[in-house]
């Protein structure tokens, strides 16, 4: 596609509930990044795709969350049994190459709040 | 302290003044990245840097490795350059990035 896409835009969710962000990035980028901003708060890392290698999972916060990619294409975010302090902006970018060679394309961010 | 700093925090320019945002980091890197959020939230990459300068348009980012120290400047600014401007290193292969926590830019017509 054009950018990277996400979805849903917003959701709104109770307390203890599951779900599920999707990133769908630009067609040829290797690399895919999962960030979360919150309300007020500088960006945090989450967790880091490279191709067919092991995922760089050390920003996650809680064993809550969990993220999958598919080959080099679709990845999903999962947060189970949700709380209050997940409530954030979802960020997702993607690069055509490593750490050191490609420039960032974010999404424009999943916001979740849970009452 | 942070690894990454910005300042300043807040900045409130006329139009057409040049501008300098300025990001120092205490961690070895190879890369840095400056990206710009605007109001809305959406956020740009402007620049990735791992040595020297760059330039787009009105803007020019620097780096110092030496010095552990980079520059965004932006030249004969203008309203729609108000956004937040965030500072962001990658150490080594690591797919983290270590953010700052971004210089508000307001440019006042």
């Known amino acids: 596609g054009a950018g990277v896409s996400q979805s849903p835009s917003n959701k709104v969710t109770e307390k203890g509930k599951d779900v599920e962000l999707r990133c769908d990035p630009i067609s040829g980028h290797t690399a895919l990044y999962w960030y979360r901003q919150r309300l007020g708060q500088g960006l945090e890392f989450l967790i880091y795709f490279q191709g067919n290698s092991a995922p760089d999972k050390s920003g996650l916060p809680s064993d809550r969350f969990s993220a999958e990619r598919t080959g080099e294409s679709v990845s999903t975010l999962t947060i189970q049994r949700t709380q209050q302090e997940d409530s954030a902006v979802y960020l997702c970018?993607?690069?055509?190459?490593?750490?050191?060679?490609?420039?960032?394309?974010f999404g424009e961010g999943s916001r979740l709040t849970v009452l | 302290k942070n690894e990454v700093e910005q300042s300043p925090q807040n900045l409130t320019a006329q139009e057409g003044e040049f501008i300098t945002i300025n990001c120092s980091y205490s961690?070895?890197?190879?890369?840095l990245h400056w990206l710009q959020q605007h109001p809305g939230g959406g956020i740009v990459s402007l620049f990735m840097?791992?040595?020297g300068k760059k330039k787009h348009g009105r803007l020019i980012a620097t780096i110092n490795i030496q010095e552990k120290h980079s520059s965004l400047h932006i030249t004969a600014s203008h309203p729609r350059d108000s956004a937040v401007y965030i500072c962001a290193v990658r150490r080594g292969s690591q797919g983290n990035l270590i953010f700052g926590k971004g210089t508000k830019l307001s440019v006042k017509p």
């Open positions: 970018a993607s690069s055509w190459g490593g750490p050191n060679t490609g420039e960032l394309f």
């Open positions: 961690v070895g890197i190879s890369a």
């Open positions: 840097l791992s040595s």
